[in-house]
């Protein structure tokens, strides 16, 4: 069974430019959400796609969207970077039954830390 | 307004006693609650979880409470080792809805000292 990974490790890029971030699902899992992390907080949540549709969002602009594709690995794209878009990004995958919510465990990768200039 | 709440930023304990994290919430439509550790580098790793039915889980050296009446669970670590030095983050969610996403206090720094 292989775990989530995420790439790349890390990326630097500057105001104003594009960033995608990538995401492999452990295996078996349906369902992917993403989290950024700002120093000193805990995981926010951005939104989850479950069977490649968005299935719920949290409170995020929509300069941040995303991509789930049948293999299940997901993409985080978000234009027009700003300063405090800093922050280390997580995905977590998970499995969820008919669209409900289950009480499975999301499992997070290493995450993705992007820095802004 | 923070949802989650972890009050203490860091606690530290000696090899072989007892750690105690506690986490406190407000909404009281979450139902299912979990505890992540997470190393520096790396992402949250799943810890143990409770559903809001039961009041107590344990798993080996891990228990956690949950006291639904005052909002409050705590994650008990006996004995704790060098080696459980992390940042311990509790998450919380409302597994009855349809989103399924998770709710993050900002973490506690355990240091477990030899």
């Known amino acids: 069974e292989t775990g989530v990974t995420q790439s790349p490790t890390h990326l630097i890029k500057t105001r104003g430019q594009q960033v995608t971030l990538r995401c492999s699902s452990q295996?078996?899992?349906?369902?992917v959400s993403w989290y950024q992390q700002a120093l000193g907080q805990g995981p926010q949540f951005i939104f989850q796609?479950?069977?490649?549709?968005?299935?719920g969002r949290g409170n995020f602009p929509p300069r941040f969207s995303g991509l789930q594709f049948p293999n299940y690995s997901s993409e985080l794209n978000v234009n027009a970077l700003e300063l405090d878009d800093s922050a280390l990004y997580l995905c977590?995958?998970?499995?969820?039954?008919?669209?409900?919510?289950?009480?499975?465990?999301?499992?997070f990768g290493p995450g993705t830390r992007l820095t802004v200039l | 307004d923070q949802q989650v709440k972890q009050n203490s930023p860091s606690l530290s304990v000696q090899e072989g006693r007892i750690s105690i994290l506690n986490c406190d919430y407000t909404n009281s439509m979450f139902d299912y609650f979990l505890w992540y550790k997470k190393y520096p580098a790396e992402g949250p790793t799943f810890l143990i979880s409770?559903?809001?039915?039961?009041d107590k889980n344990e798993d080996g050296r891990f228990t956690v409470f949950l006291n639904k009446s005052a909002k409050h669970l705590s994650l008990h670590i006996v004995p704790s080792q060098p080696g459980d030095s992390a940042v311990y983050f509790c998450?919380?969610?409302?597994?009855?809805?349809?989103?399924?996403?998770?709710?993050f206090g900002k973490g506690t720094k355990l240091s477990v000292k030899p």
């Open positions: 998450a919380a969610g409302d597994y009855g809805g349809s989103q399924g996403n998770l709710i």
């Open positions: 295996s078996g899992h349906n369902t």
């Open positions: 409770i559903s809001s039915i039961k």
């Open positions: 796609y479950y069977r490649e549709e968005e299935n």
């Open positions: 977590a995958s998970s499995s969820l039954a008919g669209g409900i919510a289950s009480t499975d465990t999301q499992y």
